[in-house]
């Protein structure tokens, strides 16, 4: 019993580190045109799509031309029915190179992020800087709000179930302590709503005006109507105190729901929306019940031992059993949908915040089980044992709900990687000749070999999406006619686009993509000219005194390939070239792969390639001194196509 206990402790004290830190952040999804994109003709406006819904009023998109100056014309605008998107219109491009820099503040909660991109029109931004994205750290007027609305909302909780139900009635003259905490929650949405004006750059009564001030409002009133009625209880006799603190439960709990409804879980959408946002309620409810409820009790029971304090500290430890049990499923559904992968924990400001806090909790759960199997016998002797663990117990308490202060500031790990994501994707839009369907297809990560692609079809007039019997991709490459035409079947999903996976952009550069939409007897065709990007290359170097230098370059599946030039000198140099497998061992290659090489300013040309080995190959080609880009191509027995690069020096 005792060892199964300390395991489920253990797991909750993970499990509840990720639950409730995760808030709403505007970070870009997708943009049309999108950053790197080169387009043959000037855009009328510019789309992003974000990860949470903006608010307009309180965001900016501008474009700027390579001199700086600004060229959008209208400043940001919503988008009827696609509340994820902001527009701004454009006036007449000539070619040349255009950055988008957006500012956004989060109709969900009011966090500010913001980014930068490039496209080209007739050129590429090769000069521009890539894709960008920020979510600054929360200030510390942000994070002592939060603190302090978490500290009041779970104290008022604690002691409306604790004095209310736990003791046979409820502590005459204890009146400072609820009034102590409806204080601190007063002052933390008060504080919340400040820090959201701030930074957003506008005054407070401009915030009121936005759907940010209807969230502050839901918080507040709630608040508000709990001090009224722990006003009119003090007054009355015990079972009308114990009527009122009931109202200041509901009260408190009605506020922690609207907190939700303005946190991340509320801006969820599609089916689940409202299972996470009852799942975050429950969640933050039973810490209330918990922790709230353990200060309550400590203040409720003096220093004076007797058989009603045991019954009451009894019937805590019960219902906080059930609260410690709800805290660890709802922490498990939420940290699934809120975190994403395990390696973000140690890679990102989030993850390393989240372990710091996961082990403040095991030390907090461990004296819990003090209390539970060690003081709460003991206490019809003495209540010091309960006093000093729970004492310390809280003092943790308040340290784990600081650094949530700080961690729903922060943009959770799994909107970081989609906002990443994204900056790769290739995002075109087109319509088809008789323009009766819109086609946004979105390519992801865009690079030779396998990506996803997703379609989202819309009706050219009414932009309403349409459901099509069939979607069928047709690839082509005219620039190299040796590779044969491809298709790809896409599927729909749940949101409406169609999806699938393929290789069907098997080589980098410009390939001819044809989107065949079938709707019973009636297809429409929608052509796109997509350049698939040369994939960045992770090249280790290895030198030595004497010898050549070797360049490792990773390939996917986790092979590589080894390059070097021998005698690594200007002149007639041996370009050799070895495939090797995930296990360490050359990676046989049945057809003798490509090998190009160009210097500074010319044209690639292919080398003679002769066999040496099952995967070592060596061209022969005279080099001057400078730096030269190597090209080299090679299809495996499994067929996967391997393209490596790499720029050599002499």
Request: proline residues 7%; hydrophobic residues 45%.
């Amino acid at each position: 019993m005792r060892g199964t206990t300390v395991a489920v402790l253990a797991c909750l004290g993970v499990v509840v580190a990720y639950t409730p830190v995760a808030r709403a952040h505007a970070l870009l999804e997708r943009s049309v045109p999108a950053g790197g994109a080169v387009l043959q003709r000037a855009p009328a406006d510019v789309t992003l799509t974000f990860t949470e819904v903006p608010e307009p009023s309180l965001s900016s998109v501008h474009v700027l031309d390579s001199a700086g100056r600004e060229v959008d014309r209208g400043g940001a605008q919503s988008i009827p029915g696609q509340p994820l998107e902001l527009r701004v219109p454009l006036g007449p491009l000539s070619n040349g190179v255009y950055t988008v820099t957006w500012r956004t503040v989060s109709r969900v909660d009011g966090h500010v992020t913001g980014g930068a991109f490039a496209f080209g029109i007739g050129v590429p931004p090769t000069a521009a800087p890539p894709p960008t994205a920020a979510s600054p750290f929360p200030s510390p007027l942000a994070i002592a709000s939060r603190w302090a609305l978490y500290l009041g909302l779970i104290g008022l909780v604690g002691a409306a179930w604790v004095w209310a139900a736990a003791l046979e009635t409820p502590p005459a003259g204890s009146h400072t302590y609820p009034w102590l905490v409806w204080g601190l929650a007063l002052a933390g949405v008060v504080g919340v709503g400040a820090a959201q004006a701030t930074d957003a750059g506008v005054p407070i009564g401009r915030l009121l005006g936005t759907p940010l001030g209807a969230a502050l409002w839901s918080r507040f009133l709630p608040i508000v109507a709990a001090g009224g009625a722990l006003a009119i209880g003090g007054r009355g006799r015990a079972g009308s105190r114990r009527l009122a603190l009931a109202a200041v439960g509901v009260l408190a709990a009605g506020s922690m729901l609207a907190d939700v409804l303005a946190g991340h879980a509320g801006a969820s959408s599609g089916a689940w929306r409202w299972a996470n946002i009852a799942d975050q309620w429950v969640h933050v409810t039973a810490v209330g019940v918990w922790i709230g409820g353990l200060a309550a009790l400590l203040v409720g029971l003096g220093r004076t031992p007797s058989d009603a304090k045991t019954t009451a500290a009894r019937r805590f430890s019960a219902v906080a059993g059930v609260a410690l049990g709800a805290i660890a499923l709802t922490g498990v559904l939420r940290a699934v949908d809120e975190v994403g992968r395990w390696n973000a924990l140690l890679t990102t400001d989030f993850g390393r915040l989240v372990v710091v806090k996961a082990a403040l909790l095991l030390v907090l759960a461990a004296l819990g089980a003090v209390n539970r199997y060690r003081s709460l016998p003991a206490i019809r002797e003495t209540l010091r044992g309960l006093r000093r663990v729970g004492a310390a117990e809280l003092t943790l308490a308040v340290a784990v709900l600081g650094i949530t202060g700080v961690l729903t500031g922060l943009a959770p790990p799994r909107l970081l990687q989609q906002a990443a994501q994204a900056a790769t994707a290739i995002v075109v839009n087109d319509s088809d000749f008789a323009t009766s369907v819109r086609v946004r297809l979105e390519i992801t990560p865009g690079f030779p070999g396998v990506n996803r692609f997703e379609a989202r079809i819309l009706d050219y007039d009414t932009g309403r999406p349409i459901t099509a019997d069939r979607v069928t991709l047709r690839f082509s490459q005219n620039q190299r006619p040796e590779i044969g035409p491809s298709t790809l079947t896409l599927t729909r999903a749940s949101d409406g686009t169609y999806q699938a996976q393929g290789t069907n952009l098997s080589l980098d550069g410009q390939w001819a993509i044809v989107v065949l939409v079938e709707r019973g007897r009636q297809s429409t065709e929608v052509p796109f000219s997509v350049t698939a990007r040369v994939r960045p290359e992770i090249v280790r170097t290895i030198s030595a005194p004497g010898q050549p230098t070797l360049y490792g370059i990773d390939l996917p599946g986790g092979r590589t390939l080894d390059v070097y030039l021998d005698p690594d000198k200007p002149g007639l140099n041996e370009v050799h070239a070895t495939f090797i497998d995930a296990s360490g061992g050359e990676l046989p290659i049945p057809q003798q792969p490509s090998v190009t090489v160009a210097g500074p300013g010319q044209v690639p040309q292919g080398l003679p390639v002769r066999r040496f080995g099952p995967g070592h190959f060596i061209a022969d080609a005279r080099f001057g001194p400078g730096a030269w880009r190597l090209e080299i191509t090679a299809t495996a027995r499994d067929g996967s196509v391997l393209q490596a690069a790499v720029t050599v020096h002499l």
